[in-house]
């Protein structure tokens, strides 16, 4: 079965640093990828997405993605950390159809 | 408002009690989804409803739940008996996305609501 795997449930960076959140999917076909956060007490919402263009996308609030198909990843990368971007992050990838597969999510932890 | 909305946002419920969980989608959106979300997993497919078309069922995890969607509008998500188990943020989104061509023709964006948080004593 497919499946999306992020690294860490847990990220903590002090304001200022990389952030690096990592995503990781099963499959060797080139599949859509998202990525979502969730602010406290809100719904998700897009931050993001890869639908086959170029292989590194931006997305809002400064945060952006790297397709690599020979790593199989779409890691979320922001040069800067705010204490605003403490959030919980999903990864999720859709293939053929509307069922999208959903990481476990990484709660991003910001240190002043 | 122009989000998805979903009542109530919070439930208190007795082991063994229905319950009812409410979805207002965006306005014009013909695809509508349930997912359960359980604290540290990641989002869990339920439900989804495509327009007119029968809905995909295939997550839903008993006979004791079931959902609907009036005139490809609104959602209601019931879940009878409760039990501990089904304690969980129960999530909706919409999108105008149908996917039946491979894959999404524009964002393939999924619009969520704030959630109703279930808990079964």
């Known amino acids: 079965a497919q499946s999306v795997t992020q690294l860490g449930s847990h990220v903590s960076v002090s304001e200022g640093a990389l952030v690096l959140l990592r995503c990781n999917y099963s499959?060797?076909?080139?599949?859509?990828l998202f990525w979502y956060v969730q602010y406290p007490n809100q719904g998700l919402q897009l931050l993001l997405k890869?639908?086959?263009?170029a292989t590194l996308v931006k997305g809002i609030n400064g945060f952006e993605a790297e397709f690599k198909k020979s790593e199989t990843s779409f890691h979320l990368t922001k040069p800067s950390a705010h204490m605003s971007d403490a959030a919980e992050y999903f990864c999720?990838?859709?293939?053929?159809?509307?069922?999208?597969?959903w990481g476990a999510g990484t709660k991003l932890i910001i240190k002043p | 408002g122009a989000g998805v909305s979903q009542s109530p946002s919070n439930k208190v419920t007795e082991k063994g009690k229905d319950v009812e969980l409410r979805c207002d989608p965006i306005?014009?959106?013909?695809?509508l989804y349930w997912y359960r979300q359980s604290l540290g997993q990641g989002l869990e497919f339920l439900i989804y409803?495509?327009?007119?078309?029968?809905?995909?069922k295939s997550g839903l995890p008993s006979d004791r739940f079931s959902a609907e969607r009036t005139g490809g509008s609104v959602s209601t998500l019931t879940i009878q008996r409760t039990q501990q188990e089904d304690s969980a943020v129960y999530l909706c989104?919409?999108?105008?996305?149908?996917?039946?061509?491979?894959?999404?023709?524009?964002?393939?964006?999924?619009?969520f609501g704030e959630g109703s948080r279930l808990t079964v004593l």
């Open positions: 999720a990838v859709g293939y053929s159809n509307y069922q999208l597969i």
């Open positions: 306005s014009g959106h013909t695809a």
């Open positions: 890869y639908t086959s263009a």
């Open positions: 989104a919409s999108s105008l996305e149908d996917w039946t061509s491979g894959g999404p023709q524009n964002t393939g964006e999924l619009f």
């Open positions: 499959s060797s076909v080139p599949p859509y």
């Open positions: 409803f495509q327009g007119n078309s029968a809905p995909d």
